[in-house]
């Protein structure tokens, strides 16, 4: 179990009569026919649910799978489903570190890599920035400095991982019973980093288009992989659209600064445009401060604010038709009586 990255926050959740009735299992791999689950002499496919993800911890009930809890998490990670709905889509579970990756050539992108940090801040995981692909770029320490601006407390480790020297700079996250998890955009490296790491082949992997640097989509399904280290990696698709919602802590976090600047502004609910005593009006026209990293700032705030607030008026929605039916269902007893 403890392979399975099994710990005692799990374990508090349960009891002897729990465990020997419906044993716990560990989401190893979301695939579209169903979720694959590991456990102590458990290894089968349950039908998919909305409720759990890869990473998920259930407590197995084999007469009726559809019937597993699902424990309770220490992080998740997740965003806006793509299209034109406002529902959430769970990515991973349980992740204790997400290895944010990155190529260091056309795909590099900030506010991108701002969307990652904040989505696994407020996740519960801890980011770490891996700009790969290091062989092929004349300059990598420009990249690494674009990425070590992002905020002071995300590591960025360079590498190239077909040189075997991932392991080594990466081993202070590779301990055992750890879930790490590989995210970013198609064609960074993720899963090349995840056969660096399994010293295998253990993820099929494409070059990207040499017009642009753009990835290839290689990865299909989200799924935990065992390394030699004992920690588990978490290979995940490209995601092309990383759209945060809930995420406002998060956010916070990766622009603590900004926030600070903006505490001292005179009105509470400055906007930062016009307003007089704007605090970061006038770091801008100071220099001190990079407005571009304002707008991108302002521009994930917002954002948020506007997923949230779909969220939560879909909530209230579900909330009001539920307790419509409950009282239809109530006076239809009432009136059988």
Request: one cysteine or more.
């Amino acid at each position: 179990m403890q392979r399975l990255g099994w710990q005692p926050h799990f374990a508090q959740q349960t009891s002897i009569d729990d465990i020997s009735r419906t044993p716990p299992v560990r989401v190893v791999a979301v695939h579209r026919s169903g979720l694959r689950i590991l456990g102590d002499g458990i290894d089968t496919e349950i039908p998919p649910r909305l409720d759990a993800t890869v990473g998920d911890w259930l407590l197995f009930e084999t007469e009726c799978p559809a019937s597993s809890r699902v424990l309770q998490r220490k992080s998740l990670f997740k965003r806006r489903a793509p299209g034109t709905g406002r529902q959430i889509q769970l990515i991973a579970a349980n992740v204790d570190t997400a290895f944010i990756v990155s190529s260091c050539n056309q795909d590099f992108n900030v506010a991108r890599l701002e969307r990652y940090v904040a989505a696994a801040f407020e996740a519960g995981a801890e980011p770490v920035i891996v700009l790969t692909k290091l062989d092929l770029c004349p300059d990598p320490e420009r990249y690494a400095s674009g990425a070590g601006a992002i905020s002071g407390q995300v590591p960025v480790v360079l590498l190239n991982a077909l040189s075997g020297e991932a392991k080594t700079n990466l081993t202070a996250w590779l301990k055992p019973g750890r879930t790490i998890a590989c995210l970013g955009s198609s064609g960074v490296g993720k899963s090349t980093l995840v056969n660096a790491l399994s010293g295998r082949q253990a993820v099929a992997t494409q070059g990207i288009r040499d017009n642009d640097d753009k990835g290839r989509h290689t990865t299909t399904s989200r799924q935990l992989h065992f390394l030699p280290d004992g920690c588990l990696m978490l290979d995940t698709p490209g995601m092309r659209e990383l759209q945060l919602a809930d995420a406002e802590e998060g956010i916070a976090e990766v622009f603590a600064d900004l926030n600070a600047l903006a505490k001292r502004c005179r009105f509470g609910d400055c906007r930062h445009e016009s307003e007089p005593g704007c605090a970061v009006r006038a770091a801008i026209e100071a220099g001190t401060i990079d407005a571009a990293r304002i707008a991108r700032w302002r521009k994930l705030v917002r954002e948020d604010a506007f997923n949230s607030a779909s969220l939560a008026e879909r909530r209230a929605r579900d909330r009001a038709f539920g307790k419509m039916v409950r009282s239809v269902v109530k006076q239809q007893e009432k009136d059988q009586k």
